[in-house]
């Protein structure tokens, strides 16, 4: 095949990305989603990856976005004058881990996987700190999470700013 691959956003970084589409008029819901990590799914899944492990991984994430959503969490920052009102989260994401836990669930001892949840707050995303979230959401969320995914029983908040981690896990 004979033709020259055009890449023009390939250097912009997400902030960028996120002015252009606004500049080219997409819908705020385009240009606002979660960024997706760029090797995939798998690398919020440590360990052995399985069909049975990216459901229960898909699950639990499905919960924290509905949960952050409904809680208006997610939206692009309101301005105010000059300076940001409220700081939505930038990116939020379940991690599943290699690690199992006992719990208790109803009245039968567990074993089952922990997950993390990651979730952060940015303008550029070079730099990032995680999002100071109330503390009734993330109740509910860990509730749900380990009451509607099954094989989950244990739910961690990653509180770790970006540096010196980044924002993935692997």
Not at 7 to 34: H, I, M, N, S, T
Not at 112 to 141: C, G, K, N, Y
Not at 145 to 163: F, M
Request: with cysteine.
């Amino acid at each position: 095949m004979q033709f020259e691959l055009v890449e023009p956003l390939r250097y912009l970084f997400k902030d960028e990305v996120r002015a252009v589409g606004e500049a080219l008029g997409l819908p705020p819901e385009l240009v606002w989603r979660q960024p997706f990590p760029g090797p995939g799914l798998t690398v919020r899944c440590l360990g052995e990856v399985t069909t049975e492990r990216l459901a229960r991984l898909r699950a639990a994430d499905a919960i924290l976005i509905e949960e952050l959503s409904a809680a208006g969490l997610m939206d692009k920052p309101v301005l105010s004058g000059s300076s940001t009102a409220r700081q939505p989260v930038a990116q939020a994401f379940v991690v599943l881990l290699p690690v199992r836990s006992v719990g208790v669930m109803g009245d039968q001892r567990t074993y089952q996987e922990a997950a993390a949840i990651r979730a952060v707050v940015s303008e550029d995303f070079m730099t990032a700190d995680w999002a100071r979230l109330p503390h009734e959401l993330l109740a509910r969320v860990a509730n749900r999470i380990v009451n509607e995914v099954h094989g989950i029983n244990r739910v961690v908040y990653d509180i770790t700013s970006k540096p010196p981690a980044t924002i993935e896990w692997e």
